[in-house]
């Protein structure tokens, strides 16, 4: 199975301020990534897809890059509504995995 | 509007069987793989389940297979996830989340769409 981690597991930033997340997985999964922002006690929503495709209705504050083995969410100017818990998730190969999730605090 | 709405789930003894149904709509379902995702209590999103538009491929987690089936009635545009042997280690909120595409034999893509979840709770 293809191990996704994400760093860091916590991050607190401030209005305006600009966040990257990263995940790695442990096999090659070229663009076949995906992220997610979840909020308490509601469903997931997707952000990006094949690592950098923006889906529809996400603000374009929201960025994706990496291929390969290293991959990253950026925020370009962080808002309060950012906050919440953001996972990424390969599909590049069964069984689907998702990283353990980074919390983001808005300060 | 494309809505998934998931039902079946409550509190069941350890050993104990429950079926979960997802209700699709606002989309063409027989086009579409989907799948099962659930989240333990304050822990993180676990893909359960798998099928392909015409159910010829179903997929399972490790943790789940042998015990539980998904399957789906595209004449009912419904999903469902017929849960055996359950544990107290399945207990969770249960996502129906739709692909943004059909899996093959090997994949299957993201999931554009999820519904509100329905809670498992496995517990004697």
């Known amino acids: 199975d293809i191990q996704m981690t994400q760093s860091p597991s916590s991050v607190s930033a401030s209005v305006g301020d600009r966040v990257t997340i990263s995940c790695r997985a442990s096999?090659?999964?070229?663009?076949?990534l995906a992220w997610y922002q979840q909020k308490p006690g509601k469903a997931p929503r997707l952000l990006i897809y094949?690592?950098?495709t923006l889906q529809s209705g996400v603000p374009s504050r929201f960025s994706g890059g990496g291929s390969g083995t290293d991959f990253t969410l950026t925020i370009s100017s962080l808002q309060p509504e950012d906050f919440g818990t953001y996972y990424c998730?390969?599909?590049?190969?069964?069984?689907?995995?998702f990283g353990q999730g980074t919390q983001l605090a808005i300060q | 509007e494309v809505q998934l709405l998931e039902s079946g789930g409550g509190l069941v003894q350890p050993g104990g069987s429950l079926r979960l149904s997802c209700a699709a709509s606002?989309?063409?379902?027989?086009?579409?793989?989907m799948s099962w995702v659930r989240q333990a209590p304050g822990k993180g999103l676990e893909w359960v389940s798998a099928?392909?538009?015409?159910?010829?491929?179903?997929f399972y987690a490790d943790s789940v297979k042998g015990r539980f089936t998904i399957s789906r009635d595209n004449s009912k545009d419904t999903l469902y996830l017929q849960m055996n042997s359950l544990r107290a280690e399945d207990t969770a909120v249960y996502y129906c989340?739709?692909?943004?595409?059909?899996?093959?034999?090997?994949?299957?893509?993201?999931?554009?769409?999820w519904g509100q979840g329905t809670l498992v709770t496995v517990s004697s």
């Open positions: 989340a739709k692909d943004s595409g059909d899996c093959s034999r090997t994949s299957c893509s993201e999931f554009d769409y």
């Open positions: 606002g989309f063409s379902f027989n086009d579409y793989a």
């Open positions: 099928i392909n538009s015409r159910s010829e491929y179903m």
């Open positions: 096999q090659y999964i070229n663009s076949w």
């Open positions: 094949t690592a950098s």
């Open positions: 998730q390969q599909a590049n190969s069964l069984p689907i995995t």
